[in-house]
């Protein structure tokens, strides 16, 4: 009888540690290769780092840190970091901005709202080249659309080579780079306001709640979320966006306009220092990887402090919000 009982529970523990292991089993060949298509290339790249190559991607000896030592002494390092910084805090920034009220018009009910959706998600559907492309042109200096446009309004008396000098080839790059991010960001803005209850805004109307009350206290609280993946994917793509500014400048003027990944690629593809270049590659890595981590942190222990203060998050803190309103 014991030993029946025994067995019963020695199957039973067993059944039990099958089911446990059971997920994680099935998902265990897609970490694997997730782990192989991500972990590979970053090991690949760090052991480069640390070797000297030589221009067809052969490592000649192991060099230690010294390529880092190259980068960090190379006279154009400071300045692609000062420019990398502003150019992702200002797109990510102005993108993020700019995309809220356009995202709350949209989501309004009004004729021709479909069509404005189309045209907003216009810019989207056009890959980051032919934007490119499209934007040198329009800004060329002697037959440009956007010198003739403004020469015929009278607000200039001569062509300005836009694209040419130093004052106004980066500014304009990251005008056009907050234009291309806005639609993907109203895009993961009006996900979350369709994600919205009705109720709580009908609540808050009836409570005699303004505009501004029931954007303060309802929509940006619970579209705090959905801003937090706006920012952290606009500065990963933002960081490594290359096409646009390739497209446009190179680099140039006298390298006014090159940030880290367009001078990546010259150090690599024009230069031939591949293993600077690596290293340069292992730090723009851990810049984003470190800000990511800190962010989502920050993120999640703020959404905690959130719903503690607000007793539960869902429809409990969406009530207490109202209740704020009405108070």
């Known amino acids: 009888m014991h030993d029946a009982s025994a067995v019963q529970s020695g199957v039973t523990s067993s059944e039990r540690l099958g089911r446990r292991a059971a997920p994680y089993i099935l998902i265990l060949p897609s970490i694997i290769l997730a782990f192989w298509i991500i972990g590979f290339p970053i090991w690949d790249v760090a ?29 154009l390092f400071v300045g692609c970091l000062f420019r990398t910084l502003i150019w992702t805090v200002s797109v990510v920034g102005g993108t993020v901005v700019l995309s809220m009220p356009i995202a709350l018009i949209l989501n309004e009910n009004f004729g021709g709202r479909r069509i404005a959706r189309i ?45 040419a000098t130093a004052g106004t080839a980066f500014p304009v790059e990251i005008a056009i780079g907050i234009l291309v991010s806005i639609p993907f960001t109203v895009t993961v803005y009006l996900g979350g306001l369709a994600s919205f209850p009705v ?16 954007w303060r206290y309802l929509t940006f609280p619970l579209l705090r979320p959905f801003i937090n993946i706006a920012l952290v994917l606009n500065t990963i793509y933002v960081f490594n966006s290359f096409p646009l500014i390739w497209v446009m400048t190179q680099g140039d003027p006298a ?25 340069l590659s292992l730090v723009m890595f851990l810049i984003l990887l470190s800000f990511t981590i800190a962010y989502s942190t920050l993120a999640m222990r703020d959404e905690e402090e959130s719903a503690k203060s607000t007793g539960a998050p869902g429809s409990a803190g969406a009530g207490a919000q109202t209740g704020a309103i009405s108070t």
């Open 47 to 75: 052991n480069m780092s640390l070797h000297a190559v030589n221009r067809f991607g052969q490592l000649k000896g192991f060099a230690g840190f010294d390529n880092f030592s190259h980068l960090v002494t190379e006279p």
């Open 119 to 163: 045209i907003i998600m216009l810019p989207w559907a056009v890959s980051l080249t032919m934007s490119g492309i499209v934007w040198r042109w329009a800004l060329d200096g002697q037959s440009g659309m956007v010198n003739a446009t403004l020469f015929n309004l009278g607000i200039i008396h001569r062509p300005i080579a836009w694209l």
């Open 255 to 279: 390298n006014s306009t090159d940030i880290f990944v367009t001078w990546l690629y010259k150090l690599a593809f024009r230069y031939g220092k591949l293993d600077v270049a690596a290293a």
């Open 199 to 214: 109720e709580i805004f009908e609540a808050a109307k009836i409570d005699g709640a303004s505009p501004w009350q029931e």
